[in-house]
């Protein structure tokens, strides 16, 4: 099977910025997506082939891919910034379509 | 703006079959833009594919499910739904059901999701 390995916890001060990174052996050539799940809610897309934005996503959202690893960056992190957060992607042989661990934000 | 709501039991027992529906509103199941699945979450865990379905029926499973699995769609009622077989404690969770999206290429992604709909077993 595939994984995609993230960092369990990730501690940031208000209005500073954080970054949340997604480790797998595809990366290099799949897309990597991210969720961010408020406690209690279902997940909302932020992130979507890498580096888009969907529309209603604040622009401190922004996401980016080098080689195996892809990152979330949350510049200016706010209180309600507060969540899980799951990257996405798939396999080089499209059979596994995964959900990376997932990394708890803190917003100090 | 798409809808999602997923119907169905709250509890199940073990060894029983797991059955959920998920009503579509606000658009239609049929469009050749998107596919519909399933996706699970057990209690304090990670997310889970279980698997997926575009209105002609076709289908995309889990590997590590695939032999308990079954999505099917109802495009008369704007319905998809899921069965799994053979339940253990394993399986309890929130169960969500979600728009898959196709992006570039083959890529998809889930774009809009129900509220989740938790089963215990």
């Known amino acids: 099977s595939y994984e995609l390995t993230q960092p369990p916890s990730v501690s940031v001060s208000s209005g500073q910025t954080a970054r949340i990174t997604c480790s797998g052996d595809?990366?290099?050539?799949?897309?990597a997506y991210w969720y961010q799940q408020r406690s209690g809610q279902a997940p909302v897309l932020v992130i979507y082939?890498?580096?888009k934005r969907p529309s209603g996503i604040p622009e401190r959202f922004s996401g980016s891919s080098s080689g195996t690893v892809a990152t979330l960056t949350i510049s200016g992190a706010q209180v309600e910034d507060e969540a899980d957060y799951y990257c996405?992607?798939?396999?080089?042989?499209?059979?596994?379509?995964?959900f990376g661990s997932g990394t708890k934000v803190t917003v100090l | 703006q798409m809808e999602l709501q997923e119907s169905g039991p709250g509890l199940v027992k073990p060894s029983e079959t797991l059955s959920l529906t998920c009503t579509v509103s606000g658009g239609s199941i049929s469009s050749a833009n998107y596919y519909w699945g399933w996706i699970r979450q057990p209690p304090g865990k990670g997310l889970e594919l279980i698997g997926t379905i575009f209105y002609t029926g076709s289908t995309f499973y889990n590997p590590s499910l695939k032999s308990r699995v079954t999505i099917s769609v109802d495009t008369s009622k704007n319905q998809f739904s899921l069965k799994l077989t053979s339940l253990t404690a394993a399986d309890t969770a929130v169960y969500y059901c979600?728009?898959?999206?196709?992006?570039?290429?083959?890529?998809?992604?889930?774009?809009?999701w129900g509220q989740g709909t938790l089963v215990t077993v």
């Open positions: 082939e890498d580096s």
């Open positions: 979600a728009r898959d999206t196709k992006g570039y290429a083959d890529y998809t992604y889930f774009d809009s």
């Open positions: 595809a990366l290099p050539k799949k897309y």
């Open positions: 996405y992607s798939i396999d080089s042989s499209g059979d596994h379509r995964v």
